[in-house]
Each structure stands twice: as structure tokens, then as C-alpha cells.
């Protein structure tokens, strides 16, 4: 187990590396240390309520034995499954199926791949969601609903869509092609699945979207798709007890939230994430949400105006390197560059050696792929290092189900300890209302007259501004 375990390496956020100008000392650390004993005990003391999510590697033997159970009939009897949700209910299920299977997972002949088909549908823009009608047989095909407040109207609409299309096509048997995710008793779509009768798996209390990964949120896609879902949950069950330590020094959730925290107040308002590993490429988005709706925050804990958070960034190593890193090493002194580094890549391939008359691209020529990208990370690291520039790594042995499980859980780890230490509430998203209530009042929902009220009264646009 050891030999898998995910490491954060932060040398690159210290003075002794980085200079004294940006980087850190141990001092910088242990002056905070007040602050973060009491938002370790406030981590302890909420693991049962407020931060249940924590406890999902842990509390879920039953209910992984019926997604076990109702992943086997859906990969029996049908050859799509599509999410439909949108946010923490679709970036999750996307990040882990891109993780740990075949980069091509679709394209492969069904029995390669072993599973589905596989697609997440988490937006409504009409071509987009047509567009998969055309390479679908729905009479083969499962939706997962997923929605945990029951109501998200992108989703809502997508499984009106589904729903009506289903029943005009199969009758009464439309009801085996829709399993809901949802809440106990929250929302529409409870009430809906309940009367309907759908194969319906419920997302715990204290389990919000952006932290419900680890849930049947992430864990029915996954094993639809032939995942091991018992080493997923065991990664992160291994990566909660190493994040359960008090000592900054030994836990990585920690020290990766205590260098941002202390980040942000130098004014590293950017923080970007970079893996080096096309499979982790959808990480950076997942992780995007959660460290953005978690900690962008107007108010804290005692209503005081903040305005805190840092503006996540997905990159993605090598491709970037030719796009992004000119401004990473040059451009404004605002961010912390996160790298994912993968040890050891699942397939390997060598570069043959040829060309050798031409030096340079014939030193190429008896490296492996592996190798390169190895290599391209660790000197971006290091031009980073040179130009003074803020940056981290969490290094994972190989990609694997234990693996990817550990960085769910420290990534969430670390984000709700960055919420304790910034004395904000890392689980609301109350910025994204005022958006969500507009769209009602302006489709006609009712109880929203006055907001549409509100929006047909806006100053017109002017047409001098619009060339
Ligand atoms: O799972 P739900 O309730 O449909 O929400 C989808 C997403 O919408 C949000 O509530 C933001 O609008 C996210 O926090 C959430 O992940």
C-alpha cells in the first residue's frame, strides 16, 4: 500500500528553494500555527455533521453491494450509459471514467471494452444533446439522473427530454432506463423517481455535489464502466486517515491548504492545476468547481465582507507548455501552479532510435515516452523554481482506482481545511442564486413574477456599445 501512496512535495514553495522574496519559511508556518489547531479540531469535531462526505469511504458496504449488483444488470442488458447532470453531478463521473480507463474507452469493440459506452451530458446546449441521439440506440440505452438538489433546471430539462422520448419509443418500459441519483427527500426528482418506480440511489445528508464523488454519484458510472470501486473507496479511506493528523508537517491535505491560504495573502489569486497525465486532464476541471464554489466567498463565518478565493485554472502538461507557461514564468507574480505528476505511466513507448545523424531531435531516440514527459515536467518545475515562481506536486505512484481515490479525498481534505483556515463556509454557492432566479423568472416559473419584474425594468442595453 505504501508504494501507492500519493505524496505532496512543497520544496518548491519554500524560501530555502523559491528565495526569500516569494517563498516560505517554517516560520511563515508555525506563526499561523493557533489558526491551524483550530481548524483542525473544527475539521474533527464536523467529520459527522457538516462534513459527512468525509466518512463516504467508510460508511457505504451496503450500498456499494446494490451498485455492484445493479451495475452488473445494466452492463448486461444495455450498451450507452449517459449522466445527465451537471456540476458535482457530472465532473466527478467524468474525471474518475477518464482516469482509469482506456483513453478511447468508447471507440473500443464492446468486448475491449468491457463495459457501456459512456457519456456525461452536462450542458443544454441544444446541438450538443441532439447530436448524442444520433449515435445512440435508446432501447440499449440506461440515463443516470443525477441531481442532488432534485431540481437543477439544465438537468431537469435534459431528463424531460429523455424521459418523454423513452416512453414514446418503449412504453411502460421506459421506467428501466432511468436510475435517479438525488437526495432523501430534497427536490422534484425524489418525488418523481418514488412514483415512478426508477431504480433510484440516494446521496447522503452533509454530502454536497461538489464532495459527492466518493458517493453513488461517482460510484454507479464508474462501475457501470468496469471500475473497481472498492479500491476507489479504499485509496480514499487510506488518504482520510493520513489527513486526520494534527501536525501540518505530516498531513498533505494540510500543508497544501496552508501554503495556499497563505498564498492568497500575498495576493496569489490564481491557482492552476497541471497534470502531467492526459488521464488526470479532467481532474483539473473537477477540482476547478471545488476549490471555486467552495472557497470564492463574499461573507465569512461572522458576515464580515471578505471577498476571498482564488480563480482556479486547468492546464494540462505537455500541451501547455506550448500555450500557458510563458505567462507562468513571466507574467504577473499571482498564482501557485499544482502539477500531478505520474510516476510510472500504464503503457510505455519507446522512441526508436533513429535520425541519429541529426543531433537535434536524434538524442530523442532511446528514451521512452515516459520518460519525456517525466522529464518536461520536472524542467517546467524547475523554470518555475528560477523565475521565482510558486509551485507544488502531488506525485501518484501510477494511476490507478487506489490512487485516484487518494486524491479525491486529499484534494477535498484540503479544500474544506482552506474553507476553515479563510473562516468561510466551503459547502454553500450562494453567488450562483441570483443567476439561477433570473433564468426561472425569464422561462415563466411561477412564484418569479417579481424577478421578472426586476429584469424587464434593467436599463436597456445601448446600441452605440454594440459593434
Ligand atoms: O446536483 P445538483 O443539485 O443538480 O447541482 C448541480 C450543481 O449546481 C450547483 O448547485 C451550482 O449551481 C453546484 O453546487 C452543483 O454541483
Redesign the pocket.
Known sequence: MEQMQIKLDFNNMMAEFLGEKEGFTRQDIEAILPQINQAHQNMTEKRDTGMEWRNLPFNQQQVVEQILNTAADIRNRCDTFVVL?????ALGPLAVQTALNHWHYNELPPEKRGGPRFYVVDNVDPERVAALFDVIDLSRTVFNV?????S?SE?MAQFMIIHKMLQDRLGDRYVHHIIATTDREKGNLIKIARHEGFTTFIIPGGV???YSELSPVGLLPAAVCGIDIKELLAGAAYMDKICRQGDVFSNPAYMFAVLQYLAMGRGKNISVMMPYADSLKYFADWYA?LWA?SLGKRFDLNQREVFVGQTPVKALGTTDQHSQVQLYTEGPFDKVVTFLKVERYRQELAIPKIFADIPSIGFLGGHTMGELINAEQLATEYALLKAHRLNHTIILPEVNPFTVGQLIQLLEVATAFTGELLNINAFD?PG?EEG?NATYALLGRPGYEEKRQELADRPAKKQEYII
Do not use: A, D, L, P
Not at 85 to 89: A, D, Q, R, V
Not at 146 to 150: A, T
Open positions: 447532470g451537471i456540476g458535482g453531478s443525477i441531481s442532488k438538489s432534485g437543477t438537468t454536497g455535489g461538489r468547481q464554489e454557492q450562483v439561477k
